[in-house]
């Protein structure tokens, strides 16, 4: 097996589990659902496998280094974090019905890095600026920062949509009839969707201030500069912001519900700026991850 | 004293906090999309004459550091101080607090309380939690009150102040920036090899020149590829020579500069120089050495060695993109020979008295960048502090629980109260309560039930 049959085979082993929960989601069938988890675990072994694989076989070409290096290899990551944090929240709050709004992304995100035109595939040995030990810390926790605000965006958008439905009803005096329930009254309770929400958005953005960090130190012990205010690190710190007023709007005015589910919809939209959007639209250091 | 509270209020506000965020976020946009640092004419090309003199005005060629964006960096430091200011003394308050002497009537109203029965009598009972508590890793103190006993314990009270770690965090990082502007500086230079300096030059419009205090000198420079001719390393051998000796010697590539005298030298840049080759010859029978720059059809000499040689003729690159060189060569010793090697590819030279090894590369300088920067150790404290900080403000909580134990008119018994309060995390302290209230019916003694 190479590893790029490995992580080809994740693309369409996420589409499945995206079915399975979209199963689950529009037809209440409780055994897609546990064939969903069980699929999603298969498929994050299989891309865990794959991206160690890739991870020798550079070693092989004698050009060995960690997977993280081009944009092809962070979509990797970014799939495999966005599916491996959706099953601990799955674990944690025993829910399938989220499954639908956060396996989308890491099949996506496979299947851009898979069939884009644009994106190259090949393992490519790395330039001279990314020949460091930072290149692992700095990218990983990136990742799963990124990983962690998919998720709330995701769910962000569950939780508007379910909180929409209900203010209809009440607009309409309408009761929930046993036996009669939309796919959305049989989400948890919103209260628990927007708990869901601020975890993630409290755990991604630990992890994006580490990959600021990673970033900076790596900057200084490369160019004799922690920050030079290049686009890449200048949208992380906007990304930064948006989630710093989610947090402050949480932490002291109690702010809950509808407004941080529209922050994680947006902060979403910052972080696939910078995850992204910098790289083809706007130049700077951070060249190398744009092929 | 009004205005001053105004003033106050404004400055610890939440709501300043916030739109200095929104302000720093959108205004930071301007600067990705508008290229930074480029000369006027820049300016004037791409977006007309009159946007380059509002540009100019409002210093948006160098935004980050334009009066305006200072300006919202202070604003957000002067907030983030006095937010400090106003809330750590009650955070002090809450910590110091008597929590004995809350008002008993009220904790029993509290919601989520939990009520538990013991057959035990007071005394006992109030000494059975003693014990338990003491192995349970909570601090606690008790008091007897109103004919019962209260017990208050807690844990986690220093977590309160992970947020000020956070926000004085930023501030640190701020000082350290601050310290690198002023007693810092940014500086590049080319240095030939087989050439030393001492002095490097400010990355400011005039390049300014700065003395080193030092020489420091190009041995030699590496471009190596990968098969896919893509670049592998660039790397600079450099020597440090104070005094006429040296003191330092290093191989730096990106990613590995060279420390000396709170500078560092970044391997930054290259360039080739024209027509100009370095030829390293070493006799291996007598390990004599030495390099020399060579130009193309000039004889060289090695007196030492009495050895002459030079460059007679260059090919264009073969298939590994290595450019030939033909050298003649002469030590006096049977007849001058003439033969070709690859650049950087060292050759053997046999001869009647002696073996030579020859080697010719292109003769480069090597582009350092220079920096000094004294703020960078409170830069990374800060960040370190702030790493920290933040994992204190989302996992950890302060938690406090009182027991409130008083007789039960009727039986002997006694009654049983608990309750818990925290600043965050109301989940984790109902585990902790849960884990008190097993603990409780566990110790047989006291027979509690739920009650």
């Given at each position: 097996?190479?590893?790029?049959?490995?992580?080809?085979?994740?693309?369409?082993?996420?589409?499945?589990?995206?079915?399975?929960?979209?199963?689950?989601?529009?037809?209440?069938?409780?055994?897609?659902?546990?064939?969903?988890?069980?699929?999603?675990?298969?498929?994050?072994?299989?891309?865990?496998?794959?991206?160690?694989?890739?991870?020798?076989?550079?070693?092989?070409?004698?050009?060995?280094?960690?997977?993280?290096?081009?944009?092809?290899?962070?979509?990797?990551?970014?799939?495999?974090?966005?599916?491996?944090?959706?099953?601990?929240?799955?674990?944690?709050?025993?829910?399938?019905?989220?499954?639908?709004?956060?396996?989308?992304?890491?099949?996506?995100?496979?299947?851009?890095?898979?069939?884009?035109?644009?994106?190259?595939?090949?393992?490519?040995?790395?330039?001279?600026?990314?020949?460091?030990?930072?290149?692992?810390?700095?990218?990983?926790?990136?990742?799963?920062?990124?990983?962690?605000?998919?998720?709330?965006?995701?769910?962000?958008?569950?939780?508007?949509?379910?909180?929409?439905?209900?203010?209809?009803?009440?607009?309409?005096?309408?009761?929930?009839?046993?036996?009669?329930?939309?796919?959305?009254?049989?989400?948890?309770?919103?209260?628990?969707?927007?708990?869901?929400?601020?975890?993630?958005?409290?755990?991604?953005?630990?992890?994006?201030?580490?990959?600021?960090?990673?970033?900076?130190?790596?900057?200084?012990?490369?160019?004799?500069?922690?920050?030079?205010?290049?686009?890449?690190?200048?949208?992380?710190?906007?990304?930064?912001?948006?989630?710093?007023?989610?947090?402050?709007?949480?932490?002291?005015?109690?702010?809950?519900?509808?407004?941080?589910?529209?922050?994680?919809?947006?902060?979403?939209?910052?972080?696939?700026?910078?995850?992204?959007?910098?790289?083809?639209?706007?130049?700077?250091?951070?060249?190398?991850?744009?092929? | 004293?009004?205005?001053?509270?105004?003033?106050?209020?404004?400055?610890?506000?939440?709501?300043?906090?916030?739109?200095?965020?929104?302000?720093?976020?959108?205004?930071?946009?301007?600067?990705?999309?508008?290229?930074?640092?480029?000369?006027?004419?820049?300016?004037?090309?791409?977006?007309?004459?009159?946007?380059?003199?509002?540009?100019?005005?409002?210093?948006?060629?160098?935004?980050?550091?334009?009066?305006?964006?200072?300006?919202?960096?202070?604003?957000?430091?002067?907030?983030?101080?006095?937010?400090?200011?106003?809330?750590?003394?009650?955070?002090?308050?809450?910590?110091?607090?008597?929590?004995?002497?809350?008002?008993?009537?009220?904790?029993?109203?509290?919601?989520?309380?939990?009520?538990?029965?013991?057959?035990?009598?007071?005394?006992?009972?109030?000494?059975?939690?003693?014990?338990?508590?003491?192995?349970?890793?909570?601090?606690?103190?008790?008091?007897?009150?109103?004919?019962?006993?209260?017990?208050?314990?807690?844990?986690?009270?220093?977590?309160?102040?992970?947020?000020?770690?956070?926000?004085?965090?930023?501030?640190?990082?701020?000082?350290?920036?601050?310290?690198?502007?002023?007693?810092?500086?940014?500086?590049?230079?080319?240095?030939?090899?087989g050439?030393?300096?001492?002095?490097?030059?400010?990355?400011?419009?005039?390049?300014?020149?700065?003395?080193?205090?030092?020489?420091?000198?190009?041995?030699r420079?590496?471009?190596?590829?990968?098969?896919?001719?893509?670049?592998?390393?660039?790397?600079?051998?450099?020597?440090?020579?104070?005094?006429?000796?040296?003191?330092?010697?290093?191989?730096?590539?990106?990613?590995?500069?060279?420390?000396?005298?709170?500078?560092?030298?970044?391997?930054?840049?290259?360039?080739?120089?024209?027509?100009?080759y370095v030829i390293y010859l070493k006799n291996t029978t007598s390990g004599a050495f030495q390099n020399f720059i060579v130009m193309p059809l000039r004889q060289m000499r090695w007196e030492e060695e009495n050895v002459a040689f030079g460059i007679v003729e260059r090919r264009?690159?073969?298939?590994?993109?290595q450019y030939q060189h033909k050298i003649w060569f002469s030590d006096g010793k049977g007849s001058p020979v003439s033969f070709w090697v690859s650049e950087n590819q060292p050759v053997r030279l046999e001869r009647p008295g002696a073996t030579y090894t020859v080697e010719v590369k292109?003769r480069?300088?090597?582009?350092?960048?220079?920096?000094?920067?004294?703020?960078?150790?409170?830069?990374?404290?800060?960040?370190?502090?702030?790493?920290?900080?933040?994992?204190?403000?989302?996992?950890?909580?302060?938690?406090?629980?009182?027991?409130?134990?008083?007789?039960?008119?009727?039986?002997?018994?006694?009654?049983?109260?608990?309750?818990?309060?925290?600043?965050?995390?109301?989940?984790?302290?109902?585990?902790?309560?849960?884990?008190?209230?097993?603990?409780?019916?566990?110790?047989?003694?006291?027979?509690?039930?739920?009650?």
């Amino acid at each position: 097996m190479t590893s790029s049959q490995l992580l080809g085979a994740t693309t369409f082993i996420y589409l499945l589990a995206t079915f399975l929960y979209l199963l689950v989601l529009i037809f209440k069938a409780r055994r897609a659902g546990i064939l969903g988890t069980a699929v999603t675990l298969i498929g994050v072994l299989v891309q865990t496998a794959g991206i160690i694989m890739r991870w020798v076989e550079s070693y092989q070409m004698g050009i060995g280094h960690a997977p993280l290096s081009n944009m092809y290899e962070s979509l990797v990551i970014f799939s495999w974090a966005i599916a491996l944090s959706y099953l601990v929240i799955e674990v944690i709050y025993k829910n399938r019905m989220l499954g639908a709004f956060a396996l989308p992304f890491a099949f996506a995100s496979m299947a851009y890095g898979s069939f884009a035109g644009e994106i190259h595939r090949e393992i490519s040995p790395l330039v001279p600026a990314l020949q460091s030990n930072w290149l692992l810390a700095h990218v990983f926790t990136c990742f799963i920062g990124y990983a962690a605000f998919a998720v709330a965006c995701g769910i962000g958008v569950l939780y508007l949509l379910k909180d929409r439905k209900e203010r209809n009803r009440k607009a309409a005096g309408r009761r929930v009839v046993e036996g009669e329930e939309g796919v959305l009254d049989l989400l948890p309770p919103l209260k628990t969707i927007d708990e869901i929400i601020h975890k993630s958005i409290v755990f991604g953005f630990l992890w994006l201030s580490a990959g600021i960090i990673t970033g900076a130190v790596w900057a200084n012990s490369a160019w004799g500069t922690y920050w030079s205010w290049d686009p890449k690190e200048t949208w992380s710190l906007i990304t930064w912001f948006v989630y710093a007023v989610a947090l402050h709007a949480r932490f002291t005015k109690g702010w809950g519900g509808r407004r941080i589910a529209w922050i994680a919809v947006f902060g979403f939209l910052s972080v696939l700026f910078t995850y992204y959007g910098v790289n083809f639209w706007l130049s700077g250091l951070h060249s190398y991850g744009s092929s | 004293m009004k205005e001053k509270n105004v003033l106050w209020e404004f400055f610890t506000s939440v709501k300043l906090a916030i739109f200095t965020f929104l302000a720093l976020a959108a205004t930071s946009i301007i600067g990705t999309i508008i290229p930074q640092n480029e000369p006027f004419g820049f300016y004037v090309e791409n977006f007309g004459p009159r946007w380059a003199t509002i540009f100019k005005y409002l210093n948006v060629p160098d935004m980050y550091h334009a009066w305006w964006f200072v300006s919202l960096l202070v604003l957000f430091s002067l907030n983030l101080i006095a937010c400090s200011l106003d809330r750590i003394p009650n955070v002090v308050r809450i910590l110091r607090k008597d929590n004995l002497a809350v008002d008993i009537e009220r904790l029993e109203k509290r919601g989520k309380n939990r009520r538990l029965l013991s057959a035990l009598p007071l005394e006992q009972a109030a000494d059975k939690l003693r014990g338990l508590l003491a192995g349970s890793g909570w601090s606690f103190a008790s008091r007897e009150r109103d004919g019962g006993v209260l017990f208050f314990a807690e844990k986690g009270g220093w977590t309160r102040f992970g947020v000020y770690t956070v926000h004085g965090s930023i501030l640190v990082i701020f000082i350290g920036a601050i310290i690198g502007s002023i007693w810092g500086y940014k500086a590049s230079v080319m240095i030939a090899e087989g050439t030393s300096t001492d002095q490097v030059y400010a990355r400011d419009e005039r390049h300014t020149p700065i003395p080193l205090g030092f020489r420091l000198r190009c041995d030699r420079f590496l471009l190596t590829y990968y098969a896919n001719g893509m670049p592998k390393d660039y790397i600079s051998d450099l020597s440090v020579i104070k005094d006429g000796k040296v003191v330092l010697q290093k191989r730096i590539e990106v990613n590995d500069p060279l420390q000396y005298a709170g500078l560092t030298f970044y391997q930054s840049s290259y360039q080739p120089i024209d027509n100009q080759y370095v030829i390293y010859l070493k006799n291996t029978t007598s390990g004599a050495f030495q390099n020399f720059i060579v130009m193309p059809l000039r004889q060289m000499r090695w007196e030492e060695e009495n050895v002459a040689f030079g460059i007679v003729e260059r090919r264009n690159p073969n298939m590994l993109g290595q450019y030939q060189h033909k050298i003649w060569f002469s030590d006096g010793k049977g007849s001058p020979v003439s033969f070709w090697v690859s650049e950087n590819q060292p050759v053997r030279l046999e001869r009647p008295g002696a073996t030579y090894t020859v080697e010719v590369k292109q003769r480069f300088a090597t582009g350092l960048q220079v920096a000094k920067d004294p703020g960078v150790w409170p830069v990374y404290i800060g960040c370190t502090l702030m790493l920290l900080g933040l994992a204190v403000v989302f996992f950890m909580s302060h938690r406090r629980i009182w027991i409130w134990v008083r007789p039960e008119p009727q039986g002997g018994g006694c009654r049983i109260v608990l309750s818990g309060n925290a600043n965050k995390n109301r989940d984790g302290l109902e585990k902790d309560l849960d884990k008190i209230e097993s603990l409780l019916n566990s110790s047989n003694e006291l027979q509690v039930q739920g009650g």
